[in-house]
């Protein structure tokens, strides 16, 4: 059988206790209310569902972690253990995308491959914030401590890389080895993109990741400057314990897969938890994903960075994602009507 109802969506105006006491609103709606629900395919959701809610620490879903994996009938099972919640702070949805980068470099400098991909050095993990983007590239701090991990031959593609988080470096001889976010410095993120726009030199909305990458080539010394505008810099380590054919490492410490996995803002959203996507704008999605992965750019509610898989054509298609539409989170039952309950109290 398919679909245990509910028999009306249910209204909720939450408060939180947080500073600045933003308004939540918490609605329940019916699946029947999901649009494009019955078209999906709720079989590769609950194998992607699978891979990660053992990680998933509350009893509930480890009750239905335990059920999922004795191979339900897919959409059954959503129906009959979930309610989709509508989770918003007034503000609208959207979703932008993520890939895995594939770069070129080496295990030693030399030639083209002179651009470091740096290992976090200690004192950077005791001090929040430590140097920015450009004391670290400008400095010596970095110099004759064995900290870099691979050498790459574009310092673009080695910004957006830090952007992503995580990623492939192919070298010479053929062989590949992943990296995968190893800390930050502290500082917060500036866009890049953002700041094209205020400088006037595009609009808003003929900026993307090719446009910048472009613009920053065209122009060395001011693209070298635009990159400085961003303080943030991550480190990265190795990952050699992903197979080749498995996605990179999310924030559940496991492999996110392509058009499958959100990252999320976990305040709102619990990492692990299935996530029913419309995303409207060009090429709408309609599609059962699951909270794998965050990001810091990803806040509220509403709000989903979803992964399309690895190199240039992904980035592509991720670049040009800006789109609103709708996230509805799938709780377990008594979780779902658990927000009506504290509420009344």
């Not at 083209?112 to 430590?130: F, G, H, L, T």
């Not at 502290?186 to 900026?207: C, D, K, M, N």
Request: proline fraction near 7%; include cysteine.
């Amino acid at each position: 059988m398919t679909g245990a109802r509910c028999a009306f969506p249910v209204i909720l105006t939450l408060w939180s206790a947080m500073a600045g006491a933003s308004e939540f609103r918490h609605e329940i709606l019916d699946f029947s209310d999901l649009r494009g629900w019955a078209e999906d395919d709720h079989a590769k959701a609950l194998k992607v569902f699978t891979e990660t809610c053992a990680d998933m620490k509350d009893p509930d879903w480890q009750s239905l972690c335990a059920l999922a994996q004795t191979g339900p009938e897919a959409r059954t099972f959503f129906e009959l253990f979930f309610r989709p919640v509508v989770i918003s702070d007034g503000n609208p949805a959207l979703f932008t995308g993520y890939y895995e980068p594939q770069l070129r470099g080496a295990l030693q400098p030399g030639g083209r491959y002179r651009y470091p991909v740096y290992r976090m050095p200690p004192e950077a993990r005791e001090a929040s914030p430590w140097l920015s983007r450009r004391e670290i590239l400008t400095g010596d701090v970095m110099s004759g401590r064995g900290l870099e991990i691979a050498w790459v031959d574009d310092p673009v593609e080695l910004f957006f890389l830090q952007i992503q988080g995580s990623g492939r470096i192919r070298l010479p001889d053929g062989g590949v080895i992943r990296v995968g976010y190893g800390g930050a410095n502290g500082h917060p993120y500036r866009s890049i993109g953002t700041e094209l726009v205020r400088l006037g030199i595009y609009e808003a909305h003929q900026v993307s990741a090719e446009v910048i990458k472009n613009w920053v080539r065209r122009n060395p010394e001011a693209g070298e400057a635009l990159l400085f505008h961003n303080p943030s810099y991550v480190f990265f380590r190795r990952v050699d314990q992903v197979s080749p054919e498995r996605g990179p490492l999310g924030a559940m410490n496991r492999s996110v897969t392509a058009g499958r996995t959100i990252a999320v803002d976990p305040a709102h959203v619990p990492l692990g938890a299935p996530v029913w996507i419309e995303k409207e704008g060009h090429g709408p999605i309609r599609r059962l994903m699951v909270a794998q992965d965050t990001g810091s750019a990803i806040k509220g509610p509403q709000r989903a960075d979803i992964f399309f898989g690895t190199g240039a054509d992904a980035g592509r298609a991720a670049g040009r994602l800006r789109d609103p539409g709708r996230m509805v989170v799938l709780m377990p039952i008594q979780r779902a009507y658990a927000m009506l309950t504290d509420a009344d109290q």
